[in-house]
């Protein structure tokens, strides 16, 4: 069974600093992975969607890498702004549209 | 851009109800799916859809049943509603293929039971 887990639980940075979430996945065998972000209290939105073959993707300041062979994948935010404050969540997609969630990453980012 | 609309965003029940969650989506995506989200459990499947009239449990459907009588709606219904079914509760909607299956998420109904 797939297991997820996303490292740092929670991160503090300043304003304009560029920073990496982490995200470890047990089952390598996945058809893609996606990256999501999450506002208090409201639903999910997709960020990045990186199919098996890719190693990354990139859309405005975040670019995601997958390296599926040793179960990884990041996410990178370049300067960091005020409104990046979210929580951060990756899901592996094993079978197709099977996605198991990471537990999140709490992200402040102070101004 | 698509559209995920849940029914409501709050609702409180009690002990015993019938409760209804309602998800619609407009963007005739095939794929439809009810996750329940708990603060330390993460998000968990309660159950999918890849057609109209089809369903397939997920890891929790104990308690839960579904509807997809229509492509664009797909109803989450607690028959016997218990405290332990408090959540969030979040619809989702994906298209069929394998390449491009972004999920797309609604808003969100936090229900609580009492």
């Known amino acids: 069974k797939q297991e997820v887990t996303q490292i740092p639980a929670a991160l503090s940075v300043p304003e304009g600093e560029n920073l990496v979430l982490n995200c470890s996945f047990t089952?390598?065998?996945?058809?893609?992975l996606q990256w999501f972000r999450q506002d208090p209290g409201k639903g999910l939105t997709s960020l990045l969607l990186?199919?098996?073959?890719?190693r990354e993707q990139t859309s405005g300041r975040l670019n995601a890498s997958l390296d599926k062979s040793s179960g990884r994948s990041t996410l990178y935010i370049a300067a960091s702004q005020p409104g990046d404050s979210a929580t951060y969540l990756c899901a592996p997609d094993n079978y197709g549209q099977n996605f198991v969630f990471g537990p999140g990453t709490r992200l402040s980012v102070l101004p | 851009d698509v559209k995920v609309t849940q029914s409501s965003r709050y609702l409180v029940k009690r002990t015993g109800e019938k409760v209804f969650l309602e998800c619609v989506q407009d963007?005739?995506?095939?794929?439809m799916f009810w996750y329940r989200q708990d603060p330390g459990l993460g998000l968990r499947l309660i159950y999918f859809?890849?057609?109209?009239?089809?369903?397939e449990k997920g890891d929790i459907p104990e308690g839960y049943s579904v509807s997809r009588e229509k492509k664009e709606r797909f109803s989450l219904i607690l028959e016997s509603a218990s405290t332990n079914q408090t959540s969030m509760y979040l619809c989702?909607?994906?298209?069929?293929?394998?390449?491009?299956?972004?999920?797309?998420f609604g808003s969100g109904t936090q229900l609580s039971v009492l």
């Open positions: 990186i199919q098996s073959s890719q």
């Open positions: 089952d390598s065998a996945i058809y893609n």
């Open positions: 963007m005739d995506h095939e794929n």
């Open positions: 989702a909607s994906s298209l069929e293929t394998v390449i491009n299956e972004k999920l797309f």
């Open positions: 859809s890849y057609d109209v009239k089809m369903k």
